[in-house]
């Protein structure tokens, strides 16, 4: 298992492709036999100044909504803000670790700032969760995994390419890393027709599983989005050990 470094508080550091890099929990210090991986992109870039509040307020609801499932002591979730302005475009809040363990008071504020990674964002989430589900996999715990991207603009800023998104989610979906694989690209606060288009486009090229518009960045929006986001999760969890992907997540918010 790749090792950079033990942190006290159990978590463990990872190596992706480049200087893509992401943490997770110590296998050894994990209770269940089975997990999902959860991961939440969120876009930190200079367009979502005007709705941060609300954004970081939709992410403390959703976490804090995940953490009542019945399940939830079989998740472990991952969370980053994704802006230019960062190397490699991602800033992880906190690698995978039980729900139990996170506190959502602790999120920083978002910072608006840069342009928009959306390769990066993707690469790191979706390749996060296979290396990880991985070695999960390889000590004999069953794993699947679901993550959501959600920025308000198209790519424009990554060091990621395409290809490599490609090459992640084509392994997720094979069924070469995880069981199974969602992955859903939300859109919020795309009042232009274009970046619709481009978001679309970018969920088909890149293999996601599904692009939802979610509306504008309205508090009444943002919190359909927050309990989007937690029954996606809680129908991924029990969909766990069926050898498929969850049926029950809807196709709009």
Not at 36 to 52: C, N
Not at 75 to 80: A, E, G, P, Q, W
Not at 173 to 180: D, I, P
Not at 200 to 224: S, V
Request: proline fraction near 4%; charged fraction near 25%; include cysteine.
């Amino acid at each position: 298992m790749p090792r950079l470094m033990n942190s006290d508080d159990g978590m463990q550091q990872h190596k992706l492709a480049g200087n893509f890099a992401f943490s997770g929990k110590r296998l050894d210090a994990l209770g269940a036999t089975e997990y999902t991986l959860a991961t939440i992109a969120v876009d930190e870039t200079g367009s979502t100044q005007r709705f941060k509040d609300e954004l970081r307020k939709m992410l403390e609801t959703a976490v804090n909504a995940c953490k009542k499932s019945p399940r939830s002591d079989n998740l472990l979730l991952r969370v980053i803000y994704f802006s230019d302005k960062y190397p490699n475009g991602v800033k992880e809040v906190h690698g995978f670790k039980p729900l139990a363990e996170i506190d959502v008071s602790a999120y920083p504020d978002l910072d608006p700032g840069g342009w928009t990674p959306l390769c990066d964002a993707t690469y790191s989430a979706v390749g996060a969760m296979n290396k990880y589900g991985e070695e999960l996999a390889e000590q004999d715990f069953n794993v699947n995994g679901i993550g959501f991207v959600i920025t308000d603009g198209g790519e424009n800023a990554s060091v990621a390419t395409m290809q490599m998104v490609r090459k992640e989610l084509d392994a997720s979906v094979t069924g070469e890393k995880l069981e199974s694989m969602v992955t859903v690209l939300v859109g919020i606060n795309t009042t232009v027709d274009s970046v619709k288009r481009a978001l679309a486009e970018f969920q088909t090229e890149a293999g996601m599983t599904q692009y939802i518009d979610a509306g504008e960045a309205t508090p009444g929006k943002l919190a359909k989005l927050a309990k989007f986001i937690d029954q996606s999760v809680s129908s991924q969890s029990q969909a766990l050990g069926t050898g498929g992907p969850s049926q029950n997540i809807a196709a709009v918010i």
